[in-house]
């Protein structure tokens, strides 16, 4: 991999590059990059998609390979970690308050009675002692050179933390704000200027290349780790979504620097739009001449009347003031993308439980915005334990704009640097896909079992075969079962279940408390088992005994009637392609893939993935999710897998 890392750098050519867990690959990049910024060649940034990745590059790998980077060379880069505007406190909103969200911002009168000593028992006053212990502390980071990361900051609560931060759109600008020249924001942007190597994440690679590099600073090659997880990251950046209740907030905030008709107006172009997405089904909206595009236009008219009153007088400079005019015009943006319906979005309308339907828009895809904006600027490595989908990487590579006949996978290529000349969209982009295998011997590792006799899964709920079959499952393995569900329903009926049945074992279920501490619970107590959804099946790491069993209930397709994936389907399809293959098979697969990869973390580790969809081995598209998964050994047979479980339990 370092190797292959360091040809990419060299050549140009862009690299995916698959590495199984336990490759060790962040070290399989960074050695390379680190080498090559030694020699103070250039800049390059890696980006991540969680922040505990962020923090493990920060905290471990990093400094493990600069210290064997400056023994070897005499010479250590400097690296810095780079986030998003609102993971860094703002001294605007700590020293003098600002009008913020009047749903959540604590008022000076709250924090003065907290500070006197004498706030009552009640949730305010709480957060005004949490707002106190912020503010004391981003004052001490400001003092001692700091940047106030919200990662370091004393224990705190989302509504607290907004408190002393704030959105990109409401910032003044350093040239305006009256403590532009201590910004603790624009401090680690400096920091990241300074850096040979800066860690982002995804949304901060995504925001740079929408708004024209204006995010990140000037580097010369990007390495992107949990790359699997990019087109929904870079998708998310680029989406957004409208409500009554948000234009109401923004609304009200804005009133006090508004004429009665203006502020009126506003007001009640959010009734409109409630009333006309009351009348609108819950699915795309294609229709320019619907109810729901009309209110769009409306919400459009009235926020932008607002937006020149707020800003078009000498009283437009006032911080209370920009900031109101800078959230009204994050509404006008939204309504006028959404009225517009274009070809390269799709909007729909859906309903959150508690607060009613809204709108959402979001990018049929963001293969131009990657092939335009990151590959035809920089050299790119993509690395990932999943990026080979049904056997190939052509698949992930498509959706972030690669060619399948661009593909070079000559192991070296003469000529070329990493320092990418300016192109166009139809310029050809090189790349190499390489797969450097597993310290793990999966076949003899782990069992896949497909439950073929079970029934097909439904819309009504988990049969009771499945039932039956999941608890003795978890019987033969002594608990130590992770359970990964496709909803939160079928999670909690297979708890209550097996609960019933096998009342000596433990069984924790996402949403009996934070899944931290039930995370926690699972790897500190060895045959206590676990239950739940999506975060799960990419976000636990579990080794040793504690994980000998992995249930998948079904294949994880998205749901048949989501919007977003109806209409990326469709668009495949109109392209002469197969859309549930490119579409709906991939996103299984993937997940199929980052699911059953919990199971097996080290080389000692050794368990079952139990797949109770017998569709994997039935249906057409069987073959291509399974040659997405490790390829453990596989059986059909009930009686073999208990017996397997039974005899690992005993061992442990």
Known sequence: MADAVDDALTT????????????????????????????????????TATLALQSQLADNDIPAALDAVESVTGIRPSHAILKGRTNYACLLRVRDGGTGDQSTLISAAELRETIAGSPLATPESALGA????????????????????????????ERGWQQVSIPARECLGVQRCPYGDACLVEKSREVARAADLVVTNHALL??????????????????????????????????????????ERVARRALTHLDDDTGLALLESADTLRNALDATPLERVEDPDSAFVTACAAVRAAARAAVTALTGTAEGQDPDRRQAAAAVKEILDVAERMAGLHATDVVWVTERERFGREARVAPL?????????????????????????????????????????????????????????????????????????????????????VARSLPQPGRDGMASETLAEIAELVWAAGGRTLGLFSSRRAAEAAAVHVRKQLPKLTVLCQGDAQLSELTRRFVAEEETSLFGTLSLWQGVDVPGATCSLVIIDRIPFPRPDEPLTLARQRAVAEAGGNGFMAVAATHAALLLAQGSGRLIRRTTDRGVVAVLDPRLTTARYGSYLQASMPPMWQTGERETVIQALQRLAGED
């Open 365 to 449: 895809t963001v293969a131009g915005l990657m092939r335009g904006s990151v590959f035809g600027e920089h050299t790119a490595i993509l690395t990932s334990a999943t990026l080979k989908l049904g056997g190939d990487f052509d698949q992930v590579a498509g959706t972030l704009g690669l060619l399948p006949t661009e593909r070079d996978d000559s192991v070296a290529v003469p000529g070329g640097s990493a320092s990418r000349p300016e192109k166009n969209e139809s310029e050809v982009e090189r790349w190499r896909g390489l797969d450097v295998g597993s310290p793990f011997d999966y076949r003899r590792q782990g069992i896949l079992y």
């Open 206 to 247: 995504a925001i740079n290349a929408m708004h024209g590099g204006t995010a990140l600073p000037e580097h010369s090659a990007v390495v992107i780790d949990e790359a699997h997880e990019l087109v929904a990251r870079v998708t998310g950046a680029a989406s957004a979504e409208l409500s009554p209740p948000q234009i």
């Open 130 to 157: 949490e707002v106190v212990t912020l503010r004391e502390w981003v004052e001490s980071e400001a003092a001692s050179g700091g940047v106030a990361d919200r990662d370091k900051a004393p224990s705190h609560t």
């Open 12 to 47: 140009g050519r862009h690299l995916l590059v698959q590495a199984g867990t336990g490759t060790g690959k962040s070290l399989g990049y960074l050695a390379p990059i680190l080498v090559r910024l030694a020699r103070g060649r250039e800049r390059i940034v890696v980006a």
